[in-house]
């Protein structure tokens, strides 16, 4: 028998792929799925930077290798964006890298700061390139309770106290995916405090940013004083423009970590088409009203999502940034778990969420719902909701006997 390759032995099953199953298998017998499974925005690109991408693609030179690092025109828009948005003074040459979206940027990041066995305190739950960007590179995860920023703050020193060898790195992650929630300056702050106490570094993830449903903006760590001495912040155009599908993002703070980031970047890839790196720049230069039209689709969909569960007996909170509810399992479902009800929401109401306990063991109890479907598409949704709440009884009833007989 083959043994398992090394780094494959360390990833578990992928949880989300028993529901991706049961959609497939639905979607070819030619039912209609509601899907809000995945973050994947459904709105168009905005037209201008579209139209940035064709002109520049007819160069002829366009379609030589590009800079693994980006294009400098790209990390200087990187770097003015940081300015205009939170007053953050960045140098483009130094503490600016594009990546090929967040994930790509916050995997590499591992790869070029982990030693096999270092110690990552990172929050439970959390999005799984968090956890399994380090697993890959050969880190050691100390998941810490993430239910509340206040509680995840709380555990630092005691995962800190409890760890041998000491971590060496924290990650954050607000606006969260999965839980939604943001935090303040005061929080980064204390952050970076204990960073420095534990001489940790900090890798904080904002692709949701700009996302947002009120009037105060999500901060930046690196509004903090001397927080650049710590972190980098990873970033991304996917949900602020409607570019998930291109690929773009950033990393941005501290020298020393963008330049191991670099380093490990060079030996990898060549950086994004350059007519993408050129659009993206021209996303971040250009007229921002398209991400308050994006952010004011989002929030109406918010609102009609929370509020057609509500009436179909099922209340969601709702979320104050990201294009995510993270909401309790209606109370007909709570012992079934995350797992069986997104299997059985899916099946009997052709409405595909997120088991909660796919983002670690801390989200059992919940599920993730994408505010990715039109209004229509999310009241429709609500109807089938209703039914599959009213009937909870006799389809988990048929949910145990198929189990029992297996």
């Known amino acids: 028998m083959t043994p398992e390759f090394h780094r494959i032995r360390r990833l578990p099953p992928y949880v989300f792929e028993e529901v991706n199953r049961i959609k497939a298998r639905l979607r070819a017998q030619g039912t209609d799925i509601i899907d809000f499974g995945m973050g994947n925005p459904d709105m168009p690109t905005p037209k201008h930077i579209v139209d940035k991408l064709i002109e520049t693609a007819r160069d002829p030179k366009s379609g030589r290798y590009s800079a693994s690092k980006g294009i400098p025109g790209l990390r200087k828009a990187m770097a003015g964006y940081y300015d205009r948005r939170f007053g953050v003074k960045l ?52 998941h810490v309770p993430a239910l509340s920023p206040e509680e995840y703050l709380a555990g630092i020193d005691r995962a800190v106290k409890h760890s041998a060898p000491p971590p060496s790195v924290l990650i954050l992650s607000y606006p969260s995916n999965p839980t939604a929630q943001w935090v303040d300056l005061d929080f980064y702050r204390e952050a970076v405090k204990l960073a420095r106490k534990h001489e940790l570094l900090v890798l904080s993830d904002i692709a949701y940013s700009e996302i947002y449903f009120d009037d105060n903006p999500p901060p930046s760590i ?23 599908g291109w690929r773009v993002g950033m990393v941005v703070g501290n020298a020393r970590m ?43 969909r918010r609102d009609v999502l929370v509020d057609s569960m509500k009436r179909a007996g ?14 309790p399992l209606p109370e007909q479902y709570r012992e079934a778990g995350s797992m069986l009800f997104s299997k059985l929401l ?14 670690g063991e801390y989200g ?25 709440l009213a009937n909870s009884g006799e389809i988990l009833g048929r949910a145990h006997n198929a189990m029992a007989a297996q």
């Open 91 to 142: 140098n483009p040459d130094t503490e600016v890298i594009a990546t090929l979206g967040s994930k790509e940027g916050f995997a590499n990041l591992a790869q070029a700061l982990t030693a096999p066995g270092d110690v990552i305190i990172c929050p439970n739950p959390a999005y799984p390139i968090h956890a399994y960007g380090f697993i890959m590179a050969g880190g050691v995860i100390r």
């Open 222 to 244: 690196l509004q903090v004083e001397g927080a650049k001495d710590v972190a980098v912040e990873v970033n991304s155009l996917s949900k602020t423009y409607a570019m998930a």
């Open 258 to 300: 963008c330049s191991a980031l670099a380093r490990v970047k060079s030996y990898l890839d060549y950086g994004a088409f350059t007519p993408v790196q050129v659009a993206a720049a021209a996303a971040l230069n250009g007229p921002q009203d398209c991400v308050a039209e994006i952010r004011g689709i989002y929030k109406r």
């Open 314 to 327: 099922w209340d969601i909170p709702a979320p104050p940034a990201s294009m995510f509810a993270w909401a």
């Open 346 to 359: 899916i099946e009997e109401a052709g409405v595909a969420v997120a088991p909660g306990v796919g983002f």
């Open 364 to 388: 059992e109890g919940y599920v993730r719902i994408g505010i990715v479907e039109n209004e229509h598409r999310i009241r429709q949704a609500a109807r089938n909701v209703k039914k599959f």
